[in-house]
C-alpha cells in the first residue's frame, strides 16, 4: 500500500505538473511569432525604400507634382519641357501687349515692348529640371517622396528694363507726389527757427513693380492703379541733431559732382543748451504754424555757401568770336558740334582741360564728317576738318582769360579765320590744346556756333579786376604773342606765349 500510495502521488505530481508547464511556454512562442512578424516588416519597408530611392536617383523625368505656373510639367522630358517653354514664352506673345498705368487719374499706357522683355526659357528649365534632384542618395529619395503632398511651382525667367518702368511710374504719378519733408532748421543771427516735419503722398512703387512683373510672366496684362498714400518723414534723431547744431562752424566750398560745380552748405556753430532745445521740439508738436524759434548764440562760419553761391560765375572773365560763315556744311557741321561738346565745361581751380579728349574721337560714329584738312604744307580731306577753328578760337579765349596754356600748337599754314601766332592745331592723340584753371575759383566755358559765328565765353569771379592785353609781333616769318596782365588797372604781369612759323602751301590755300 505504500507503494501505491507513492505511485499515485507520483501520477497525481506528474499531472499537475503537465498543467503548470503549459501556461509557461504559451507566450514565448506568441513573442516569437511577433518578432518574426516585424522582421518581416523591417524587411519589405527597406527593400520598398530601397526599391524607391533606386527608382528616385535614376528617374529621368520631371519629378512629379511640379509646376510652371498653372501649368504641370510632371513626367516631361527635357526635350518635351524646352519645345513647352519655347512654344509658351515668347517675346514675340508680349510686343503689341500694354499695361495700364493709373495714378489718381492720370493714365498712361505703357508698351511693354519698350521694357524689352526677355524670357530666359533655358534658366527656366534648367530650374525646373533639377527641381528636389540633389547629388546625395538619402536626400534625393526624400525630396522625391517629399515631392507627392508637397508641389513645387515655378515661374518664368525674365529679364526687362526697370529703368524705363521706373521712368514710367515717375510720370504718371508726378502730379499727385510730394516728397516728406522732416525737421527744416534755419539758423539766423540769434535765434534757430525749426519748422516741424511734413508728410508727403507716395505711391507704393515696389508694389506696382511686382505686379507688373506678375503680369509679364504670367502674359495676362490690365491695369495697374498706383495709389499716393499719406507717408511719414524719417523720425529725428535728437542726440545726432543736437550734435551737428552745436558742433564748430564749417565754411562753405566748391565740389564738382558728375560734372558739375555745386556749392557744398556751410554751417553756422549754435551754443544753446540741450534741454531749451529738446523742450522746443516738444513744443513745435502742438503749435498751430508748426513753427517754432529757439534763441541762441550763433557764430557765422568766415565763408558762406550765400556767398560762395553769389560770386559763381558771376563775372565774365572773357570773350572771343570767329567767323566761319563761308564754310562748307560738313566743315560747319563739325565746328558745331565741336563746340557743342565744350559747351557748359566747368573746371574747379587747378583743373585741366584737354580739348582732343573734350571733343571725342573724329570719326563718322561721333558725328564728324570729312572736310578740307591742313596736311603738312597740302590741303586734304579728312573727317573733321574744321574741328581746329573752336580750338583756335578757344585758345584766345583763354588768353583773354588769363588762363594758364599747357599746351599749344601752330599749324604748318596760316589759318584764314585768326591772325597769325593766334590760331592752335591739334592732331589727335598726337598734338593737344590744353589749359589749366589758374584761377582761385570755379570757370565755366559757354560755347555757340550760330549764324556762322563761333564765340567762346568764360565766365568765373574776378576780384580782383584782371585784364590782359594781347601785343603781336613778328620777325623773319616767326610770330610772337605776349600776353600782359593787369590788376586794378596796375600791369603785374607780361608773359611770352609760344611763337609760330608757318610753312608756303603747296597748292591755293583752303580754309581749314
Known amino acids: 500500500m505504500p507503494n501505491a500510495k507513492t505511485v499515485r502521488g507520483s501520477a497525481s505530481d506528474n ?29 519589405i519597408v527597406v527593400a520598398t525604400f530601397i526599391f524607391t530611392a533606386v527608382y528616385a536617383n535614376n528617374y529621368s523625368k520631371i519629378y512629379p507634382n511640379t509646376y510652371i505656373l498653372d501649368t504641370n510639367v510632371s513626367d516631361m522630358s527635357e526635350a518635351d519641357l524646352n519645345q ?47 527641381s528636389g534632384k540633389d547629388s546625395n542618395f538619402i536626400l534625393n529619395t526624400v525630396a522625391f517622396l517629399k515631392r507627392f503632398s508637397e508641389p513645387a511651382v515655378y515661374e518664368p525667367v525674365i529679364s526687362y528694363d526697370t529703368n524705363v518702368l521706373a521712368d514710367a511710374f515717375n510720370k504718371v504719378t508726378s502730379e499727385h507726389e510730394t516728397e516728406p519733408v522732416g525737421h527744416t532748421f534755419i539758423i539766423g543771427e540769434n535765434k534757430v527757427t525749426v519748422i516741424g516735419p511734413v508728410k508727403g503722398l507716395k505711391a507704393d512703387r515696389q508694389a506696382a513693380a511686382n505686379e507688373a512683373e506678375k503680369q509679364i510672366k504670367t502674359m495676362l496684362f490690365s491695369s495697374i492703379d498706383l ?13 545726432v541733431f543736437y550734435k551737428w547744431l552745436t558742433s564748430d562752424a564749417e565754411n562753405s566750398y566748391y565740389e564738382k559732382t558728375d560734372g558739375k560745380i555745386i556749392v557744398n552748405p556751410s554751417k553756422a556753430n549754435v551754443q544753446v543748451d540741450r534741454k531749451v532745445v529738446k523742450d522746443a521740439l516738444e513744443e513745435l508738436k502742438t503749435s498751430e504754424t508748426n513753427t517754432i524759434d529757439i534763441d541762441a548764440i550763433i557764430t557765422q562760419p568766415e565763408t558762406t555757401s550765400q556767398y560762395l553761391s553769389e560770386i559763381l560765375y558771376s563775372n565774365q572773365l572773357s570773350t572771343y568770336s570767329t567767323n566761319f560763315g563761308g564754310s562748307s556744311a560738313a566743315r560747319a557741321n563739325n565746328v558745331k558740334l565741336a ?22 574721337p573724329r570719326n563718322s560714329q561721333n558725328g564728324y564728317m570729312a572736310a578740307p584738312v591742313y596736311v ?13 577753328q573752336p580750338s583756335s578760337t578757344l585758345y584766345v579765349a583763354a588768353l583773354y582769360a588769363n588762363l594758364e596754356i599747357l599746351e599749344r600748337h601752330n599749324h604748318s599754314l596760316k589759318v584764314s579765320y585768326l591772325p597769325p601766332g593766334l590760331d592752335a592745331t591739334i592732331a589727335e592723340g598726337i598734338l593737344d590744346f590744353r589749359f589749366k584753371n589758374s584761377t582761385a575759383y570755379p570757370i565755366k566755358i559757354n560755347a555757340s556756333a550760330n549764324n556762322g559765328v563761333l564765340t567762346f565765353t568764360i565766365m568765373g569771379y574776378n576780384p580782383n579786376n584782371v585784364k590782359v592785353e594781347i601785343v603781336r609781333s613778328s620777325k623773319n616769318d616767326i610770330y610772337y604773342v605776349t600776353r600782359v596782365v593787369y590788376e586794378n588797372g596796375t600791369e603785374v604781369k607780361r608773359e611770352a606765349m609760344t611763337s609760330s612759323k608757318y610753312g608756303v602751301p603747296e597748292k591755293k590755300e583752303n580754309e581749314n
Open 15 to 43: 499531472k499537475n505538473k503537465k498543467t503548470k508547464i503549459v501556461p509557461k511556454h504559451a507566450p514565448q512562442k506568441q513573442k516569437g511569432y511577433m518578432l518574426s512578424a516585424l522582421l518581416c516588416l523591417a524587411v
Open 227 to 239: 495709389v499716393p498714400k499719406s507717408t511719414e518723414p524719417d523720425p529725428l534723431d535728437f542726440d
Open 376 to 388: 603738312g604744307n597740302k590741303v586734304e580731306s579728312g573727317v573733321g576738318g574744321g574741328i581746329c
Open 84 to 130: 513647352y517653354l519655347s512654344e509658351t514664352y515668347t517675346t514675340d506673345k508680349v510686343k503689341d501687349a500694354s499695361i495700364l498705368l493709373n495714378c489718381a487719374g492720370t493714365d498712361l499706357l505703357l508698351n511693354v515692348n519698350s521694357l524689352n522683355v526677355q524670357y530666359d526659357n533655358k534658366a527656366t528649365a534648367d530650374k525646373v529640371i533639377t
Open 339 to 360: 563746340a557743342s561738346r565744350i559747351n557748359g565745361t566747368e573746371l574747379m581751380p587747378g583743373e585741366e582741360f584737354s580739348y582732343d579728349k573734350t571733343i571725342l
